[in-house]
């Protein structure tokens, strides 16, 4: 069965930071591309950031690139989000992902989810 656990959310001021973890299992980890997804009520999914396990490249939107850095750690199968300077606009749920073809941030190519974590950011 494959699972996706991410854990890490939680309430932070603006300027802080948080780390998310997405822990994988069920499927051949550094096969797959890793990324994470937000969403905010009422707004759309956003893709953020993304990491091939296999060579890894890595993607970050750019409401995020040079505060948020993707790693991969290829024996404990888990890829780590980890979030600095955030403001309240990434107040979301984080959503870890994996696919297992391609590449980029279309959400409907991303064949497993995880149930998301909380990310409260307070100005």
């Known amino acids: 069965e494959v699972q996706l656990v991410e854990s890490g959310g939680g309430l932070v001021q603006a300027g802080g930071s948080l780390r998310l973890s997405c822990a994988a299992s069920g499927f051949t980890f550094d096969d797959y591309v890793i990324g994470w997804f937000r969403q905010a009520p009422g707004k759309e999914r956003e893709g953020v950031s993304c990491?091939?396990?296999?060579?890894?490249?890595?993607y970050y939107a750019d409401s995020v690139k040079g505060r948020f850095t993707i790693s991969s750690d290829n024996v404990k199968n888990t890829v780590t989000l980890q979030m600095k300077n955030l403001k309240p606009e990434d107040t979301a749920v984080y959503y870890c992902?994996?696919?297992?073809w391609g590449w980029g941030m279309d959400p409907y190519e991303y064949d497993y989810w995880g149930q998301g974590t909380q990310v409260t950011v307070s100005s």
């Open positions: 990491i091939s396990t296999s060579d890894g490249d890595t």
């Open positions: 992902t994996a696919r297992n």
